[in-house]
Each structure stands twice: as C-alpha cells, then as structure tokens.
C-alpha cells in the first residue's frame, strides 16, 4: 500500500477569549467571513481554498506558534494594518529566505505573518 501524502491545509482554528474583539481585529485586516461573526462561538473566515476557523474559549492562550498568510501584496497589508490601529512588530523586510514579510499579534496573542515570495522560485507549489 502506498504512503499517504498530505496534499494541503484545510484549516487552521484559534482560539479566541472575545469573538467580538477577534472578529474586528480580522475583519479591519480584510478577511472574507464565511461562517459565523461577532455573537457566534465558531466563526470562519474563508483564505483561498482553506480556512481561519476561530472559536470560543475561556482559557488563556500561551504562544503556541505563528500563522504564515501569502498575501499579494505585503507593503499595502501592512498599511491596512496600521490604518486599522495595529501595530506589527516591525516594517515589512525581505528574508534571507526570499519572502517579504511582516509580523503582527491578534488581540488573543496569536502571531501571525503576512508574506509574498520575492521571486517564483520561492513560491509554494
């Protein structure tokens, strides 16, 4: 029998202590709401043929890892950003390892990465 192979990402689910205050800081980012919203316990914001699930939960959230995004554009979304009154990490930069990206935290401190690669060689396939 041959080994099974991951093909692709479905999902990523994070959890939120406030729905209403996640659902703001996701949506002031641009994020198309497929599911759910401000009132619900599960919301789902749709990213190219995956998901950012997020859902509701009262315990408090440690670092637990960073959630890369490719975006067309990395410049714009980090003025979206600031625009919305976030504050990234830092100014976009160009990585050693041929992306442009930036940093930012959610308001739950989930980490996330706004990214494009700088050349095709770097795209994912």
Known sequence: MDKPVVTALSA???ATADMARATRFY????FALRYGGAASEFTSYAIG???LNLIAQ?????????????????DAMYRLALDAGYAPHAPPA???WGERYFHITDPD???????????????PP
């Open 12 to 14: 990523v689910t994070l």
């Open 27 to 30: 949506d002031a980012l641009g």
């Open 94 to 96: 160009d990585a050693p």
């Open 58 to 74: 009262a315990v408090p959230i440690a670092w637990w890892g960073r959630v890369i995004f490719h975006v067309s554009d990395v």
């Open 49 to 51: 043929a995956a998901y």
């Open 109 to 123: 401190g989930h980490e996330l990465s706004f990214a494009r690669p700088l050349s095709p060689a770097f795209a």
